[in-house]
């Protein structure tokens, strides 16, 4: 258990559906992230919040939507998802965005159907 | 951008014997660190070296650094069936260089340890 809890733990959406990832941390830390994880390809970085504000978008496509109400959770959006946006999505947190340690939660598998 | 790489990608070795990954990085960097993953679940930290550190040890864990190299090894010695699992080094740059701050990871080391 590492104090990072992502929720739901699998998800099977159709293209046309919206849904949402929940991730919710309570270390303390002052930056969250969400990188998504595909077979056979490197963990990618999407998306990094500092204190609530974006401040990493890693190119990512306008289908995912990433939200910080507070320090303590982080969301991201879905929506008209493709098939090879089938993948499994982990959240981190750390300290700051100047990295010591990142604790990641046990992902989300979301497969688009 | 992919900024460590790993090698060997899939390494089997026997319980008892040791485990060396290595890793290779392209740009400076603050520090380095190795993750290990069970199959299909969250990245669990292992050990951070700083990029002034040549060497860090943590139980049955060695990591070493050489920043001339660009390149780190994790040693897992008397390995267990139980340290089945992959393994990822990332590397945090220096903010202001290659883009902002952030933690890359490669694509991994599968380690199998044979019961």
């Known amino acids: 258990e590492t104090g990072v809890t992502q929720t739901p733990r699998h998800l099977v959406m159709g293209m046309t559906n919206k849904k949402s990832l929940k991730c919710e941390q309570h270390?303390?830390?002052?930056?969250m992230y969400w990188y998504k994880q595909s077979a056979k390809k490197p963990l990618e970085l999407m998306f990094v919040?500092?204190?609530?504000?974006?401040?990493e978008n890693n190119s990512v496509p306008s289908r995912f939507s990433p939200e910080c109400p507070n320090s303590s959770h982080l969301f991201l959006h879905l929506h008209t998802l493709q098939p090879e946006d089938s993948a499994l999505y982990l959240c981190?947190?750390?300290?700051?965005?100047?990295?010591?340690?990142?604790?990641f939660g046990q992902g989300t598998r979301l497969t688009v159907v | 951008s992919q900024q460590g790489e790993e090698d060997p990608q899939a390494l089997s070795i026997q319980e008892g014997e040791n485990a060396t990954m290595n890793c290779s990085y392209k740009?400076?960097?603050?520090?380095l660190q190795w993750y290990r993953q069970n199959s299909g679940r969250g990245l669990v930290h292992l050990i951070l070296?700083?990029?002034?550190?040549r060497e860090k040890h943590s139980g049955r864990l060695r990591v070493t650094l050489d920043t001339s190299k660009k390149s780190s090894s994790l040693l897992i010695t008397a390995s267990r069936a139980a340290d089945t699992a992959s393994y990822f080094c990332?590397?945090?740059?220096?903010?202001?260089?290659?883009?902002?701050?952030?933690?890359?990871f490669g694509k991994g080391t599968k380690l199998t340890v044979n019961p």
């Open positions: 919040y500092s204190l609530e504000e974006r401040v």
């Open positions: 981190a947190s750390s300290q700051d965005t100047r990295y010591t340690e990142a604790f």
């Open positions: 070296i700083r990029s002034n550190e």
């Open positions: 270390l303390g830390h002052n930056a």
């Open positions: 990332a590397t945090d740059t220096p903010q202001g260089e290659g883009g902002s701050e952030k933690l890359v």
């Open positions: 740009t400076s960097i603050n520090n």
